[in-house]
């Protein structure tokens, strides 16, 4: 059964940056357009960003201009660079795919405070 692993969160200071990414056990990346979630305390899970398998990227109003989302298919890898950080960033960020959701990893805490 095909794992995922978030990694890279941590606490940072408003303006600040992250970079996390999700590595798969299994080659799921390669033909999958896969996506960033996040969700915060008593919020919905929602979408962040999301990349194709050729690449093409869409990106949630909230942090268009200021995240990053990009794919490394033979490391089975996903990224999100995070710039320009908000407290409204705060959450658990999570990936999977966009289409036929597999289980969810444990996701990596991002937190935004001074």
């Known amino acids: 059964q095909v794992q995922l692993v978030e990694s890279g969160g941590g606490l940072v200071q408003p303006g600040g940056s992250l970079r996390l990414s999700c590595a798969a056990s299994?080659?799921?990346?390669?033909?999958?357009?896969m996506a960033w979630y996040r969700q915060a305390p008593g919020k919905q899970r929602e979408l962040v960003a999301g990349i194709s398998t050729s690449g093409g990227t869409n990106y949630a109003d909230s942090v268009k201009g200021r995240f990053t989302i990009s794919r490394n298919n033979a490391k089975n890898t996903v990224y999100l660079q995070m710039d320009s950080l908000k407290p409204e960033d705060t959450a658990v960020y999570y990936c999977?795919?966009?289409?036929?959701?597999?289980?969810w990893g444990q996701g990596t805490q991002v937190t935004v405070s001074s």
């Open positions: 999977n795919k966009v289409y036929g959701k597999i289980s």
């Open positions: 299994g080659s799921i990346f390669s033909f999958n357009a």
